[in-house]
Every structure is written in C-alpha cells, then in structure tokens.
C-alpha cells in the first residue's frame, strides 16, 4: 500500500484563464487610544488568536460592509 500523498504536476506557464495572482499582505501601523488596545488585546485573548490578526479580522469586515 503507497502512503505517500499524490503529487501535483503542473505547467510552468499556465494558461491566462488559469493563472492565479497571490497578493502579499502589507504590513501597516496604526495609532490607537490605550483604551481601544486594551480592548483589542482582551478579546484577542478571548478568541485565541493574536491581537494584529484580530485587527486586521475587524478592518476587513469593516470596509466589506
């Protein structure tokens, strides 16, 4: 029995209909009051996950509506 995972070949000059574009995130800085830290910082530890990707999870969802 192969436990190996399948491989994936793919075409080193896709079609245009095909090609995927992958954007780096940019990396931003921002000032806030300590109060809105302090806030940030107590439901980042509340959800388990880090403070900057709290905030980047509330400015995304912000512009989106």
């Known amino acids: 029995m ?3 995972a399948p491989t994936t070949m ?3 000059n896709p079609p245009p209909n095909l090609q995927v574009t992958f954007r780096k995130p940019v990396r931003i800085t ?3 009051p300590h109060s809105t830290h302090s806030a940030l910082a107590d439901r980042s530890d509340q ?3 880090s403070l900057s ?3 980047a999870y509330i ?7």
């Open 53 to 55: 990707n709290l905030a």
């Open 30 to 32: 921002i000032t806030v």
């Open 2 to 4: 192969n436990n190996r």
């Open 10 to 12: 793919l075409s080193p």
């Open 59 to 65: 400015l995304e969802n912000a512009l989106r509506n």
């Open 47 to 49: 959800e388990g996950r």
